[in-house]
């Protein structure tokens, strides 16, 4: 009897273990800060961390089926074509940072099937999916994708996004606003835990 006892309290201790390391991300250790020189970020796009931070991205709205990006240079930038959203993603102990699509002159509404790595079509993030509960930065520059010459040498601060989809019976409702609050440094802007998804 005592035996058994002692292999079930075994076995429950490594199912709660395993379940721990493999469960939802809330023991997960969370991605250290990028930087607020953004020398820990590897670009898989034009390196604009020495663009001059000249635009406010105000917040990040994510709806079941878009991404808005509110920045204040929309009609300010030049050119048809003349912005890139850009995501910072963790993976294998780098922030890797690329552009997902392009913006038109006053856009600022993407689908959100673009934030994937089909659209960002650079190694490591070719084959990204966000994961809900993960940790991401969003922001958006001047044009810097694909080799094209910049529009402007400006971009924005960085916005830092607990990523989660509402669920397809919110749709009709208007998007959930995730409202950002600055930190220490001028660069980043943070989630405002208290915001509800």
């Known amino acids: 009897m005592r035996l058994k ?13 395993l379940c721990g390391m493999s469960g939802s991300g809330l023991h997960a250790q969370a991605p250290p800060p990028i930087a607020d ?3 820990n970020v590897i670009w898989l796009d034009a390196d604009v ?8 991205l105000r917040c990040v709205t994510i709806s079941s089926s878009h991404i808005t990006l509110d920045y204040d240079k929309a009609r300010t930038w030049p050119g048809e074509l003349n912005a890139n959203p850009w995501i910072f993603v963790y993976r294998n102990n780098n922030w890797y940072a690329a552009t997902w699509e392009w913006l038109r002159f006053g856009q600022t509404v993407k689908g959100l ?44 601060n960085i916005v830092m996004l607990n990523w989660k989809v509402p669920s397809t019976n919110l749709a009709a409702q208007a998007p959930v606003v995730h409202q950002s609050t600055p930190t220490q440094g001028s660069n980043l802007l943070l989630l405002n835990p208290r915001s509800k998804f």
């Open 113 to 156: 099937y673009a934030v994937n790595g089909d659209h960002i079509k650079k190694d490591p993030l070719t084959n990204f999916t966000p994961r809900t509960g993960e940790l991401y930065g969003f922001m958006v520059s001047g044009t810097a994708r694909n080799h094209v010459s910049p529009n402007v040498r400006e971009r924005s």
């Open 37 to 39: 020189d953004l020398s």
């Open 49 to 56: 961390s020495s663009w001059k931070q000249t635009a406010n």
């Open 5 to 17: 006892n002692t292999i079930r309290i075994g076995l429950f201790s490594l199912v709660l273990f």
